[in-house]
């Protein structure tokens, strides 16, 4: 039997996340034939079949769910492995991939990018942005060195240093901006506007409110805190958004914003990474630096 290639291990991990030999292709930048022709050569070389191949989806097979698993430990094993010398680099450099959830992203990362361009110019950084479930997967297996996450994770396998602890702040119509401030507990009374389901920030307004997201009451949702403040401003509801979305989110929509009452409720970011990672230390040291930057 001839050798198994990273290269085949990379296309078929990509294969089973994507579902679809197209996604997969696209995801790995190769053309579908080429990817396709890498899989056969894999089931060849292993003599069994990995994937059956469906019109629209792929299913694996008992071999290939089983591969999978070990194709991810090898490939993150590889991953930190070509991490390790810059263990030994007086400074951080090379690729970093930093991931975000959406509720951070847009408010700090600009920041965040400009900061570490001048004080690491030899770093690499590729940012994404996703919600806190795909990034604790990317994190899991590798595809992300480290990420701005709302804590805590509950994640046994992550070092987790908090950076920020900001408000929650409540978002009114303009013309609602005379009338009293609402005690959190009032608020579930209120037509109150959510992200979708996915966003941890859903959670954490839930939470607030003291409401339960498997209860029955209709709750107005959107895809960003944006479409939320627009949507107040168009007179409907009201929503809770963190108080470093005030500048970029209110500037333009005729809203009002208002500090809770105490207890003011708050969250808190930090920057995880796993504890496994060669880079730890410099991230730790990266982590001390944030507040300061931010």
């Excluded at 990034?135 to 805590?152: F, G, K, Q, T």
């Excluded at 929650?168 to 959190?184: H, I, S, W, Y």
């Excluded at 401003?233 to 208002?258: C, D, F, H, N, R």
Aim: charged fraction near 20%.
């Amino acid at each position: 039997m001839n050798e198994i290639t990273l290269k085949q291990l990379r296309y078929f991990h990509s294969l089973t996340q994507h579902g679809h030999f197209g996604r997969a292709a696209e995801a790995c930048e190769i053309s579908q034939p080429a990817l396709s022709f890498q899989i056969r050569e894999l089931e060849r070389q292993l003599g069994a079949q990995l994937v059956e191949r469906g019109s629209r989806q792929i299913h694996l097979t008992a071999l290939g769910a089983s591969l999978v698993v070990r194709a991810r430990d090898i490939l993150q094993a590889v991953d930190e492995l070509s991490q390790l010398a810059r263990c030994y680099s007086e400074t951080l450099s090379g690729k970093l991939r930093l991931g975000a959830i959406p509720t951070v992203a847009p408010y700090l990362l600009p920041r965040l990018i400009g900061c570490l361009r001048q004080h690491y110019p030899l770093l690499e950084l590729r940012p994404r942005e996703a919600v806190t479930q795909k990034l604790l997967s990317d994190l899991l297996e590798a595809r992300l060195d480290v990420a701005l996450l709302a804590l805590p994770t509950a994640e046994s396998w992550l070092t987790e240093v908090p950076i920020i602890k900001e408000e929650f702040v409540l978002v009114r119509p303009l013309a609602d901006a005379a009338k009293p401030v609402p005690q959190t507990s009032a608020l579930r009374e209120l037509e109150l506007l959510l992200l979708e389901e996915g966003h941890c920030l859903r959670e954490q307004a839930l939470s607030v409110c003291q409401l339960s997201s498997s209860g029955p009451r209709d709750l107005i949702e959107g895809n960003s805190l944006s479409t939320l403040v627009q949507m107040v401003g168009a007179g409907i509801g009201v929503t809770l958004i963190p108080e470093m979305a005030i500048p970029v989110e209110t500037a333009s929509s005729p809203v009002s914003v208002a500090r809770l009452p105490d207890p003011r409720p708050y969250r808190t970011i930090g920057l995880v990474w796993r504890k496994s990672n060669p880079i730890g230390d410099k991230l730790a040291e990266l982590a001390i630096q944030l507040p300061g930057w931010l």
